[in-house]
């Protein structure tokens, strides 16, 4: 494939970014019913950062948040638009970008070994979890309601954290498969 520049990215880099961009949007699409339904971005996310590497994998992020922001309804329930990003639940959203650097910066430090992918995304659900409670709390309070933080963990947090746990898992295991099946060496 043709390279855009020695600094610019190949295609087929530009192609992986877009293919797990859309793999996000698919993953939002899918809801799963339970007590709280939850979706698979988080998955998506974290195997776009397991796979593609830190900076192809955040790339995808910010392609996938972008669309949304322009009015495509990429986002769970088949929404988009920059008010989607900005409202009450926004955050936890945008904590999905503030994961995805997180994780590339713990590749960047100390590599792609498996116990360092596993803390990193563990720890990236974690920040995810603390921007989006922090944004619900502020957000909620500013129009004029009052929510007490353990509310918010309770009805916001909580429901997810095993659902993500086996989301985490099951990035585990698929990674390693999916990047031979692209032909992505374990380097990128």
């Known amino acids: ?18 293919l797990f961009s859309v793999l996000i949007v698919i993953c939002s699409w899918i809801s799963v019913p339970t007590a709280v339904p939850f979706t698979m971005q988080t998955f ?19 392609l996938y948040l972008l669309m949304g922001a322009a009015g495509l309804p990429v986002f769970s329930g088949f929404m988009g638009g920059v008010g ?7 955050g936890y ?7 995805a650097l997180f994780m590339w910066l713990m590749e960047r430090i ?7 992918l ?8 974690l920040i995810c979890y603390v921007f989006g409670t922090a944004w619900f709390v502020c957000f909620y309070g500013q129009s004029g309601g009052q929510t007490a933080v353990s509310t918010v963990l309770i009805t916001c947090v909580l429901p997810f954290v095993i659902p993500d746990a086996i989301k985490i898992c099951l990035v585990m295991v698929f990674r390693k498969r999916l990047a031979l099946v692209l032909k992505l060496d374990e380097n990128n």
């Open 118 to 125: 596993a803390l990193s995304m563990v720890i990236g659900i």
């Open 44 to 62: 998506a996310v974290f195997l776009a950062v397991a796979v593609l590497g830190g900076k192809r994998g955040t790339l995808a992020v910010v």
């Open 84 to 90: 989607r990003l900005f409202d009450i639940t926004g």
């Open 1 to 18: 494939m043709k390279e855009t520049g020695s600094r610019g990215m190949k295609t087929i880099d530009m192609t992986y970014v877009a």
């Open 93 to 99: 959203m945008l904590g999905f970008l503030l994961a």
């Open 110 to 116: 100390f590599g792609k070994r498996n116990v360092v």
